[in-house]
């Protein structure tokens, strides 16, 4: 039989052995997690961006530059530079089945009725900038400056 003090000694051996093995573990854990991370691609876009421009896209009649500039436009405190590659936003699209693209625009959630309705606000702004950039060019009817259209 063992005596007190050889238990102790032994205790301690072990916990010693159990450290040393988790240290090890870590150094592995995050070996492997840094090469795992520099294997992934990096990742571009948020998939919040993504599904707020998705009905954008769909009320644009698959306009993919109009979903764009809405979502450039929208992005607060932020520079207007692309947020979303061209081609992405078609591809999670088709990658999208029947059912959820007949609901991306019936959806009945009180974010995405919100939603529908800025960017139904956004495309009667821009068919009037549109429509008022033709007639300033065809008619000469005013400055056609960008500051004007912005107003």
């Known amino acids: 039989m063992l005596s007190i003090h ?15 093995c988790q240290r090890h573990l870590l150094e592995l854990t995050s ?5 795992q991370a520099a ?6 876009r948020c998939r919040a961006l993504i ?18 500039l809405y979502v450039g436009t929208n992005r607060k405190g932020k520079p207007l530079n ?14 999208l089945s029947q059912p959820a693209k007949a609901s991306l625009l019936n959806d009945t959630t009180e974010t995405s009725q919100r939603r ?10 821009r068919s009037l900038q549109d429509w008022l950039r033709i007639q ?10 960008v500051h004007v259209y912005a107003q």
């Open 116 to 125: 529908r309705q800025q960017a139904k606000k956004f495309f009667a702004e």
């Open 82 to 95: 692309p947020s979303l590659s061209p081609g992405e936003l078609r591809l999670a699209y088709d990658a």
């Open 136 to 145: 300033n060019q065809a008619k000469a009817l005013a400055p056609a400056g």
């Open 31 to 35: 070996a492997d997690q840094a090469s």
């Open 6 to 20: 050889e238990l102790c000694a032994k205790k301690t051996q072990a916990m010693g052995e159990l450290q040393s």
């Open 51 to 68: 599904e707020v421009a998705l009905p954008v896209f769909v009320l644009a009649k698959l306009d993919e530059s109009a979903a764009l």
């Open 39 to 44: 294997a992934k691609p990096p990742r571009t």
